[in-house]
């Protein structure tokens, strides 16, 4: 399984920003995808998943309204939208990949592949 994050930069607050999880078919089919961040000094933190065979999402509350999962098919990628950005979502943001069950999506044990990480700098 191989995850590549990517679409990070530097934006200002309110701004908005899509970043990308680039991976294969099968990966979509059979994993549930998800999104965590890791600010500087902090634990990685959940942000969202989905799953598109059976279905299910599932967003932090830190971001719920703002955030949104998503993916294209067609090109195997999955997206995090980032709407009204603030400072504190400056983080690394990681796409991960697991086949857990709905009640443990939130947990990093429950995901077994993780992409490199891409930046995103919030400036107030």
């Known amino acids: 399984v191989q995850l590549q994050a990517s679409g990070g930069g530097l934006v200002q607050a309110g701004d908005s920003l899509r970043l990308s999880c680039e991976t294969s078919?099968?990966?979509?089919?059979?994993?549930?995808i998800a999104w965590f961040r890791q600010a500087p000094g902090k634990e990685r933190e959940f942000v969202a998943a989905a799953r598109w065979i059976g279905g299910g999402t599932l967003t932090a509350d830190s971001v719920k309204g703002r955030f949104t999962i998503f993916r294209d098919s067609a090109k195997n990628t999955v997206y995090l939208q980032m709407n009204s950005l603030k400072p504190e979502d400056t983080a690394v943001y990681y796409c991960a990949a697991g086949r857990g069950p709905f009640s443990t999506w939130r947990w990093l044990t429950s995901y077994e592949y993780w992409g490199q990480g891409t930046l995103v700098t919030v400036s107030s």
């Open positions: 078919r099968d990966t979509l089919r059979n994993y549930v």
